[in-house]
């Protein structure tokens, strides 16, 4: 079975670029999650989408948003990128979106 | 809002012997405790995990327990091996649909042969 796939695995972007990161989830999960992981740190939750609704929002700015869409694969935007967004962004899906999150590897984003 | 707070942050042992990393809580709605390994370049992943209406799970060599007054739990590693060394994370849910992972720092285990 094929496991939580995030694209891209690594991208760099300059200084108030915009950037789209991608998330299949499990096949039957309807939650998509989205966390972001500094370097050193714990993974810090950013949103989580339940059957194409959001069902929560971290401390982040409105310079970042997300959707699912309905086959359940999801969308993090962040627009105007600065330096300190460099990190490593998780995502995490779950079938009924409140216990048993499967991450996948994330894509390592560096913000030059 | 929840804070987790997880100790130590770092843990050596010898191959053979045990791990023990805790974890406290402050948000007494909190009701699911999940731990996860993050390799270098890798994601978390879930190893264990336990709800609040029960006081201990085990799964092998790995097992959590959770004292929901003191709010606090832990995870032990029994007879610990060198692919066991990784960074280990606890978290707690928060929110509206106690959906919202809060995680600690993390532990840095390193299983000496």
């Known amino acids: 079975d094929a496991g939580v796939t995030q694209s891209p695995t690594h991208l760099i972007k300059t200084r108030g670029q915009h950037v789209t990161l991608r998330c299949s989830p499990i096949?039957?999960?309807?939650?998509v999650s989205w966390y972001q992981q500094v370097l050193g740190q714990g993974p810090q939750f950013i949103f989580q989408?339940?059957?194409?609704?959001?069902?929560g929002r971290g401390n982040f700015p409105d310079r970042f948003s997300a959707r699912q869409f309905p086959n359940y694969s999801s969308e993090l935007n962040v627009n105007a990128l600065l330096l300190g967004d460099s990190a490593l962004y998780l995502c995490?899906?779950?079938?009924?979106?409140?216990?048993?999150?499967?991450f996948g590897s994330g894509t390592r984003l560096t913000v030059v | 809002g929840e804070n987790v707070e997880q100790h130590p942050s770092t843990l050596s042992v010898q191959e053979g012997d045990s791990a023990v990393i805790k974890c406290t809580y402050s948000?007494?709605?909190?009701?699911?405790f999940p731990w996860y390994k993050q390799e270098l370049g890798k994601g978390p992943q879930l190893i264990i995990d336990?709800?609040?209406?029960?006081g201990e799970k085990k799964d092998q060599r790995i097992a959590v327990t959770l004292n929901k007054t003191a709010k606090h739990f832990s995870l032990h590693i029994t007879e610990t091996q060198p692919e066991d060394s990784a960074v280990y994370f606890c978290?707690?849910?928060?929110?509206?649909?106690?959906?919202?992972?809060?995680f600690g720092a993390g532990t840095i285990l390193r299983v000496k042969s």
């Open positions: 989408y339940y059957e194409k609704e959001e069902r």
């Open positions: 995490a899906s779950s079938l009924k979106g409140y216990y048993g999150y499967t």
């Open positions: 978290a707690a849910t928060q929110g509206e649909y106690g959906n919202k992972l809060v």
């Open positions: 948000d007494s709605a909190s009701n699911y």
């Open positions: 096949s039957g999960h309807k939650s």
């Open positions: 336990i709800r609040s209406n029960v």
